[in-house]
């Protein structure tokens, strides 16, 4: 038992690498029919004959590993050593064929010594130009003769290195048409052109790669500090803003307290000047019916004296007769209109009607304020055509928005007042009496469009999406209110509404205006677009919500018509 203990162990232990000791370099499987070359490197007989069926016509034979040549053919007889030491290893159940993962793919670097089914390449070699696998790479490493070789990982792309003209390896850049060439291009279309070695363009290539990655290294640092800083922007603002919350919410809850209390001290005071006043009634009233009843008992007993028909009777019973006690005077009762606390619902209305006017007014400037926080510098405002340009935005015409005498055409970019009602379906953001439409696209942060115009009845407008839609109003209607802001065509001039305020703009009518906006910034201006580009009118202000573009048309102006311009 203890020695085939041993002679397993023994197994073990040399099989462990044996199985790829006796294995052959072409086929990479175990030796089969093995054959020993007298530089010592086995084969299997097939496989090495198949590789010197190749090598007939050069005459001269090698060994696939070390390269090795003889002039004659070698007569090949059959190891028996290795052929017994490779039936042990089959035995044994090892083999020495690698992974399916080792072999290569179609995405692979193939290794070209490899017959049969290809190994993966692990190198290519730039001077040989082919690609080998780890065990046909190992003369590159152990023959002096190729250490001068230039190993590179694997490459597809070795034969890009040859000269398709001369069939010679590149190793030569004309700096002239920078291309890489051979040696010989320099005689041929290359002549008289700046050529120098591959190396040496590569040392001044990677002199000029240097200096780029050192610059975009030192692009890498700032940015990185630009993020950093940006990141502590970040935590500050939130910080800010969760710490604006927590106190707003403090104030608030601080407020709704307030009137919480001052809710329960009128509804306190109330019930006990209700409880107080019922009692004081109370008391009268039972005062009263005791009088009642009283007057009633004393007007009983006379009832009866003056029935008395003796004389005497009644002249002696008249006297025991009880004085009347004081009577309650109905006279100085007074009673107050019938209104009681309604003047406490009264003041209580008051009270609230001035709250909501302080909140209404000071809302506007806590909003304001809150628009006002900007972390980022905004650019500058442009000032060229060419500069504005860079904002320029596509937008379309929401047919939903449109009023049923608006024709919509051009993909939805073009509208035109046809006077004649068209099959829109009922939409709640329809316009139904004002003749009007608004862009589908909302707009935020910096824009520009242009919109050329045909007739003198059509307004440019921005709004609000939450404008009125039904009816003909000034809630509706552009520039008319506090949602929305418009340039009309008047007269062949321009007026300029928002809240229903009109200012006069000097210019002649365009038939292009353009329209800037920039959102953050508060800023919308009207430009006169033609040969040149000239400032109509430019509004600053705070929105709190995005707008849409907007086109109005007068009613009169039957045919008129606008178009949203693309300027992309």
Known sequence: NSRCYREEKWHRKEFSWTGKTFSCSICLDLLKDPGTLSCGHSYCMKCIKSHWDTEDEKTVYSCPQCRQTFTARPDLRKNTMWADLVEELKKTGLQAAPADHCYAGSEDVACDVCTGRKLKACKSCLFCLISFCEKHLQPHYEIPAYTKHKLVEPSKKLQENVCSRHDEAMKMFCRTDQQSICYLCPVDEHKGHDTVS?????????????????NIQQRIQDREKDVKLLQQEVEAINGSADKTVGNSEKIFTELIRLMEKRRSDVKQQVRSQQQTEVSRVRELQEKLEQEITELKRRDAEMKKLSHTQDHNQF??????????????????????????FEDVTAAVSEVRDKLQDILREKWTNISQTVTEVNVLLSEPEPKTRAEILKYSCDITLDPNTAHKHLLLSDGNSKVTFTGQTHPYSSHPDRFTGCLQVLSKESLTGRCYW???????????AVTYKN??????????????????????????????????????????LAFRVGVYLDHRAGILSFYNISETMTLL???????????????????????????LCKLK
Not at 483 to 498: H, I, Q, V
């Open 198 to 214: 591959a190396a040496a363009e590569r040392s001044e290539k990677q002199r000029e790669l240097k200096v780029s990655r050192q």
């Open 450 to 460: 242009e919109v050329e115009q045909s007739g003198i009845g059509v307004s440019v």
């Open 467 to 508: 404008i009125r839609r039904a009816g003909r109003s000034n809630k509706c209607e552009f520039g008319r209110n506090d949602k929305s802001w418009s340039l009309d065509s008047e007269n062949n001039n321009y007026d300029f509404y928002y809240k229903n305020v009109c200012t006069f703009v000097s210019g002649p």
């Open 315 to 340: 002249l002696h019973d008249y006297p025991s007769l009880s004085p009347l006690s004081e009577s309650t005077h109905s006279s100085s009762i007074k009673i107050r209109p019938l209104r009681f």
């Open 537 to 563: 009118h430019r509004v600053q202000t705070t929105f709190t919500q995005p707008l849409h573009a907007g086109l109005k048309f007068d009613y009169w102006c039957v045919g008129d018509s606008a178009e």
